[in-house]
């Protein structure tokens, strides 16, 4: 995991988020944030995670989640499953909703608050459920070990999105799905960047950074009207080469 002695102290160049850059004749006026360490993500998602099933809830996210996942895992049945950054297990709570037959999940996230609010909100399901406290950076399994992976608003938290990506494709087998939701170039997209340090895109740019990845059959999902869901954000879906 990344750790840093300092976690106030100024953050290379290269763990910057750019909000604004226009060019101006021959001068370019940029804008760029710091990114929030690993070590801070985890205790401010430890000191939310008791109320934060509330939030999601609110915002509509369990049936949205659902909505997506059914788009994608209605005519497959992946054994094998892994979800970086559970928070608080919507997600996975929604793929046990949408599959019919039990599978193996493995799930982790930086906080451990969160995998505790997590294990207890997918007791009962259908998943055989394995948590673990890890960094999506530097997942700690084989290649080709999981029949799906799926990420829901973490990549956009770090420096350099694509290290992660390129991690969670690397453990997905050949074939295989991935499901990417990330926060949407919105004006409520800026609200969430405000708080927490977060990079944004458009459906293009989320396109693209599959595409780049090395998968293949890169399509976007929607979110069934949900509007809250599809002011804050955008999903896509792409499979492993075979």
Not at 218 to 228: A, I, Y
């Amino acid at each position: 995991r990344d750790t840093m002695t300092d976690t106030h102290a100024p953050t290379p160049a290269d763990h910057t988020i750019p909000v604004f850059a226009h060019w101006f004749g021959s001068w370019q006026i940029s804008v760029q944030r710091r990114t929030l360490s690993v070590p801070e993500l985890t205790r401010r998602y430890d000191k939310l995670a008791t109320d934060w099933h509330r939030t999601v809830d609110r915002l509509g996210f369990p049936a949205a989640y659902e909505s997506l996942l059914r788009q994608v895992a209605g005519d497959e049945t992946p054994s094998t499953v892994l979800d970086c950054g559970v928070g608080t297990g919507t997600l996975s709570q929604a793929l046990t909703r949408v599959l019919p037959t039990p599978f193996a999940l493995t799930a982790v996230d930086v906080s451990p608050r969160m995998l505790e609010q997590a294990q207890n909100a997918l007791r009962g399901t259908n998943a055989n459920v394995t948590l673990r406290q890890a960094n999506a950076s530097a997942l700690p399994y084989d290649n080709n070990t999981f029949d799906m992976v799926m990420t829901a608003h973490i990549l956009e938290h770090l420096a350099d999105p694509a290290v992660a990506l390129s991690e969670m494709v690397r453990v997905l087998k050949p074939g295989g799905r991935l499901v990417v939701c990330v926060t949407r170039r919105t004006l409520l997209g800026m609200m969430i960047h405000l708080k927490w340090h977060t990079h944004r895109m458009t459906p293009d740019q989320a396109r693209r950074f599959l595409q780049n990845a090395g998968l293949q059959s890169v399509e976007r999902l929607t979110f069934d009207r949900v509007s809250w869901c599809q002011r804050l954000s955008l999903a896509c879906t792409g499979r492993k080469p075979l």
